[in-house]
C-alpha cells in the first residue's frame, strides 16, 4: 500500500514537472505579438484625398453637404451600434458640436433604423447622422471605430483618428504651428 501511494505521488510530482515545462517551452516559442499598426493610417482613407461622397442624407431625410461653403469643414464621426468604445462618443457629439461650431458636425452610424434612433433618442443627439449597413462601411475606409475625419470645405481629408472625446477632436484639428481652429464655449 505505502509503494503504491510512494509511486502515486511520484507519478503526481513527474507530471508537474513535466507540465511546467511544457509551459515554459511553449511560453518561449510564442512568437511576440507584432506591433499594432496605427489604424488611422494604414486603414482608411488616405490624407489630402477628396472624402469619396460629397452628401448624405441624415435620418430626417434632409442633406447632409460634406463641402459645406458656410463651414471651415467638416467633423466626420464613424461609429456602430453595440460598440463599447462608440458609447462613450455618443454622449459628447452634442458637446464637440458646440465648441467646433465654425465646423459641420456630423456622424455615420450603423445599425438598423430603430437602434440609431435608439441612440439618438437616449443621448438626445442634435447633429445630423446618416445611418448606414456594415457592407457600406467598406466605403468610407474605415472598420476601426469610433473614428473621425476632419475634412476642408472641398472635401479633402486634413485628418483622421479614433476620437470619443473634445480633446482627442481637438488633437485632430491642430495646424502645424501648434495652435487650435477651436471655439470652445
Not at 98 to 117: L, P
Request: with cysteine; hydrophobic share 40%; glycine share 4%.
Amino acid at each position: 500500500m505505502q509503494l503504491s501511494t510512494l509511486l502515486e505521488w511520484c507519478f503526481i510530482i513527474f507530471l508537474l514537472i513535466n507540465s511546467l515545462y511544457m509551459y515554459r517551452k511553449l511560453h518561449e516559442r510564442s512568437p511576440e505579438p507584432a506591433p499594432q499598426q496605427e489604424p488611422q493610417q494604414n486603414n482608411s482613407l488616405p490624407f489630402h484625398h477628396v472624402f469619396p461622397v460629397d452628401h448624405l442624407i441624415d435620418t430626417t431625410n434632409n442633406p447632409i453637404e460634406l463641402h459645406p461653403v458656410d463651414a471651415q469643414g467638416t467633423i466626420l464621426m464613424l461609429s456602430v451600434y453595440g460598440c463599447s468604445s462608440c458609447a462613450e462618443l455618443y454622449p459628447n457629439m452634442n458637446a464637440i458640436a458646440d465648441a467646433f461650431s465654425e465646423y459641420q458636425v456630423a456622424a455615420i452610424m450603423v445599425g438598423t433604423e430603430e437602434e440609431i434612433n435608439q441612440i439618438i433618442d437616449k443621448h438626445h443627439l442634435r447633429i445630423p447622422i446618416h445611418r448606414i449597413e456594415m457592407h457600406q462601411m467598406g466605403h468610407f475606409g474605415t472598420f476601426t471605430f469610433p473614428f473621425c475625419y476632419v475634412l476642408s470645405n472641398e472635401g479633402l481629408i486634413l485628418n483622421k483618428g479614433h476620437v470619443q472625446t473634445i480633446d482627442e477632436v481637438s488633437s485632430l484639428l491642430a495646424t502645424e504651428d501648434g495652435t487650435l481652429n477651436v471655439k470652445i464655449s
